[in-house]
């Protein structure tokens, strides 16, 4: 099983980030609301990540589910943003409707 995180745990990302969990994934959870995020894993286990940062160190795959363009930049590359703990390799998978231009923006960096 991978060692995953979960960045956004809205309607879709929570029950996104549950099935991994439900089928044995490590999964560690960061939203911007910390209750969400903690009521999360004490519904369904894994770690909490107070940053997307934390959420990210070790992931083998991070997943994104926030609301636009402007959130999936904070939480990517904002003051502890989860590129800056990715390694090489980490693979990154963003299931938020955003602009063209701001995947090319953050495919580049």
């Known amino acids: 099983m991978a060692?995953?995180?979960f960045l956004g745990l809205g309607v879709m990302g929570g029950p996104m980030?549950?099935?991994l969990a439900a089928k044995g994934h490590e999964v560690t959870v960061y939203n911007r609301t910390t209750s969400k995020a903690e009521s999360w894993v004490a519904a369904h286990g894994g770690r909490l990540g107070r940053t997307p940062a934390e959420a990210a160190a070790?992931?083998?795959i991070v997943f994104a589910c926030?609301?636009?363009d402007d959130d999936l930049r904070h939480v990517c590359t904002g003051d502890g943003g989860a590129f800056s703990a990715m390694i090489p390799g980490t693979l990154f998978v963003d299931h938020t409707t955003v602009s063209a231009q701001v995947t090319r923006?953050?495919?580049g960096i």
Do not use: I, P, Q, T
């Open 105 to 107: 923006e953050l495919a």
């Open 3 to 5: 060692k995953v995180a």
């Open 17 to 19: 980030a549950r099935h």
């Open 58 to 60: 070790g992931a083998e």
């Open 66 to 68: 926030v609301g636009n």
